[in-house]
C-alpha cells in the first residue's frame, strides 16, 4: 500500500491539460496532409500512391480536376512522398471533425502543358461553412454546456459496425488516466437506452446494418450519431463491397464526422465536443 502511495506521488499528475491547452503530439505523428494548389506541377504521382483514392483526378485534353477527400484519407503520408515539388505536406493536424461531410472535400482544377504537368491553377473549389462552430477550448466550459443541456452526463454507445479495432483503441484510451474522459462528465454506457450519443466505427457491414439500426432506434430523441474514422465516413479503405455498405451515413443521418485512421483520443474529444453542441442545436439551446 505504502509503494502504491509513493508510485503515486511520485508520478503526479498524468491527465492530459487538452482542450484547455494545445496538445502535445509526438513528431512523428501523421495528421492531416495539407496541399499547396499553385505549388503542384503534378497531381499524378500522389493520386497513382493514394491507397483509398483520397486524391482523385479527372483528366481532360487540356484541363484537370483533381479533388481531394479527407473522409477518405488514412493519413498515410504517401502523398508527400511523392510529390518532388513539396507542394503536399504531412501536418500535425488533427482537429478536423465537421457537421457537414463537405467540409472535407476540396477539388482544384488546372490547365495541363502537352506532358500532363500542370500549367496554370484555374480555380480551387471548397465549401465554406456558412457559420463555423466553434468547438470549446476550455474543459470547464464544456461541462457547464453539458449540465446545462443535458442537466446530467453525457452517455456514449459506441458500435462498432465493421472495423478493424483500431478506432476502438483509441477510444479506449479516451478512459485512461492521461485521457480521461469522464472529467467531462461524459460516460460510455451499456445500453443504448441510456445513450444520448451514438458512436459508430468501421463501414457499415452488411452483417451489422440491422445491429446499428436497432441500436439507433432503441435511443431516446434526441439522440446524435458520431461517425468516427476514414471507414465511418466513407468507408475507406474498404469501401463499397459484397459485405459493406460504406460509411455510416448511407445508413443513419450523421451529425458529426471524425476523420483520421484512426482519429487520436484528442481528434475524438474534439468530435465529441463538437457534438455537443449539435445535441444543444436539436434541444432549441445554442450552448452559448
Ligand atoms: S495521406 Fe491521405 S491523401 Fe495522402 S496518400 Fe495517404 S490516404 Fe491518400
Not at 450519443?197 to 439522440?223: D, H, S, W
Not at 459485405?243 to 475524438?268: E, H
Request: aromatic share 6%; charged share 20%.
Amino acid at each position: 500500500m505504502f509503494k502504491i502511495i509513493q508510485k503515486t506521488i511520485k508520478t503526479g499528475i498524468v491527465t492530459t491539460r487538452y482542450p484547455d491547452e494545445p496538445a502535445q503530439t509526438s513528431e512523428h505523428f501523421r495528421g492531416r496532409p495539407v496541399f499547396d494548389f499553385l505549388k503542384w506541377t503534378d497531381a499524378r504521382p500522389a493520386a497513382e500512391v493514394c491507397p483509398t483514392a483520397a486524391i482523385s483526378i479527372n483528366s481532360e485534353e487540356n484541363s484537370r480536376r483533381v479533388s481531394i477527400d479527407y473522409g477518405l484519407c488514412v493519413f498515410c503520408g504517401l502523398c508527400a512522398e511523392a510529390s518532388a515539388d513539396q507542394a503536399v505536406q504531412v501536418t500535425r493536424e488533427f482537429e478536423l471533425a465537421t457537421t457537414d461531410r463537405r467540409d472535407l472535400l476540396f477539388s482544384a482544377e488546372y490547365s495541363l502543358h502537352a506532358d500532363g504537368t500542370h500549367q496554370e491553377l484555374l480555380a480551387v473549389h471548397r465549401h465554406i461553412p456558412e457559420a463555423p462552430v466553434e468547438v470549446e477550448k476550455v474543459g470547464q466550459r464544456t461541462r457547464e454546456q453539458i449540465q446545462r443541456i443535458l442537466k446530467r452526463s453525457l452517455a456514449i454507445r459506441e458500435v462498432d459496425a465493421g472495423s478493424c479495432n483500431g478506432c476502438e483503441l483509441e477510444i479506449v484510451a479516451l478512459n485512461n488516466p492521461v485521457y480521461d474522459l469522464q472529467r467531462f462528465g461524459i460516460q460510455f454506457v451499456a445500453s443504448p437506452r441510456h445513450a444520448d450519443m451514438l458512436m459508430v466505427t468501421g463501414p457499415v457491414t452488411r452483417n451489422m446494418e440491422l445491429a446499428l439500426l436497432k441500436t439507433y432506434r432503441a435511443m431516446a430523441e434526441p439522440r446524435i450519431v458520431v461517425a468516427v474514422g476514414a471507414c465511418g465516413i466513407s468507408g475507406g479503405i474498404f469501401g463499397k463491397n459484397y459485405a459493406s455498405l460504406g460509411g455510416v451515413d448511407g445508413v443513419l443521418p450523421v451529425d458529426v464526422y471524425i476523420p483520421g485512421c484512426p482519429p487520436r483520443p484528442q481528434a475524438l474529444l474534439h468530435g465529441i465536443l463538437l457534438a455537443i453542441g449539435r445535441l444543444g442545436e436539436k434541444l432549441g439551446q445554442t450552448g452559448q
